[in-house]
């Protein structure tokens, strides 16, 4: 038995904030930040947290009563949450009217974190029930205003899944390395803000070294060559990271969709980000193959095969 994700939404926080605004203060180009990262735009939250998001993220599902009683699962994958206590779960579990007979947690795995929840979905439903996987981030309040190698990067936003148990079989492949390369202090929870740093190529060669070991895990345990898969829907954090796991696989790119130049780096939302997109587009067919990985701060990678 496997996942199979029946509903897709997302969410973003105000307008977009484009390339122009960091050329206003600080020493980089629009054309350093298109041609190194493939971002144009971003979305920066003002005011809206983590468990705003997520709500605004979910209702947009649009779930049926019949639905919201078959749920037993909430997650909510975010590094960024607005509060420690009550948890995002929680706060969508109540702004939903779920019932209580459920399992709501969240889950903080940086860019893995989506994958990670869809992993817990599955090891946690039963046939019949339903879950709610939602990857939601704030990351604009961990980053320096000032660090032109981080600020242009990251953006704010959410997306949600409803899934259910099917009869197809899911693989999932992932790690974890303690590395200080990506978070080089430690960020705490709460108190004065401290900002996230981190040594970007050496995270560039992390992600192309875990994706390609992780993907050709899946590709093997699923029996499918790299022609095979429909889809390759990877944590959106540089564009040349993508372009070249794909020429490494000698896949078109084509099946390597992006949308980083709209949303930016959004960590944990940029997976459901990007399939509530090419599901709106129409572009998701039913038994189409699909692998989605992410990799990020930690380090941790996850990874799954499915079919849609
Ligand atoms: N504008 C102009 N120049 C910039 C810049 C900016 N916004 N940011 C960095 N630079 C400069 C650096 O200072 C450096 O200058 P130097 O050679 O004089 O020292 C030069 O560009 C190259 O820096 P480098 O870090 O090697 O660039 P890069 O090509 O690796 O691109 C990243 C930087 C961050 C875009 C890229 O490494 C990356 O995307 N890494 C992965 C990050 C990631 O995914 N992080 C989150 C994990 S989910």
């Known amino acids: 038995m496997g996942i199979k994700i029946l509903k897709t939404s997302s969410y973003v926080p105000g307008e977009p904030i484009d390339n122009s605004y960091y050329v206003s203060y600080l020493d980089t180009s629009d054309e350093w930040i298109r041609q190194r990262t493939g971002i144009e735009t971003r979305y920066i939250s003002k005011d809206e947290g983590t468990e705003t998001m997520s709500v605004k993220a979910a209702e947009k599902l649009e779930l049926t009563d019949e639905e919201k009683a078959r749920i ?79 600020v242009i990067l990251f953006g704010d936003g959410a997306g949600a899944v409803l899934i259910e148990k099917n009869d197809k079989e899911s693989y999932f492949e992932g790690g974890s390395r303690y590395s200080e390369v990506l978070a080089s202090k430690l960020l705490p929870m709460t108190g004065d803000v401290e900002y996230l740093t981190m040594d970007g190529a050496a995270v560039f060669r992390f992600a192309l070294e875990v994706m390609n070991a992780s993907m050709n895990n899946l590709l093997e345990r699923s029996g499918n060559s790299y022609d095979e898969i429909d889809w390759y829907i990877l944590h959106q954090a540089n564009k040349r990271i993508l372009e070249g796991t794909a020429r490494k696989f000698g896949v078109s790119p084509d099946r390597f969709p992006m949308n980083m130049n709209k949303y930016g780096n959004t960590s944990s939302a940029s997976i459901p980000l990007l399939l509530d997109e090419l599901n709106r587009a129409g572009k998701l067919k039913r038994g189409q193959k699909m692998i989605m990985a992410g990799f990020g701060g930690g380090l941790t990678w996850q990874a799954v095969y499915l079919e849609w």
């Open 72 to 150: 037993k699962v909430v997650l909510v994958a975010t590094t960024t949450s607005t509060s420690t206590v009550p948890i995002n779960a929680c706060i969508l579990q109540g702004a939903l009217g779920l019932s209580e007979d459920i399992y709501a947690c969240d889950i903080g795995m940086a860019c893995a974190g989506f994958v990670a929840a869809l992993r817990m979905a599955d090891a946690l439903l039963k046939e019949g029930e339903l879950a709610l996987v939602v990857g939601v981030e704030v990351l604009s309040k961990m980053s320096d205003k000032t660090d032109r190698s981080t």
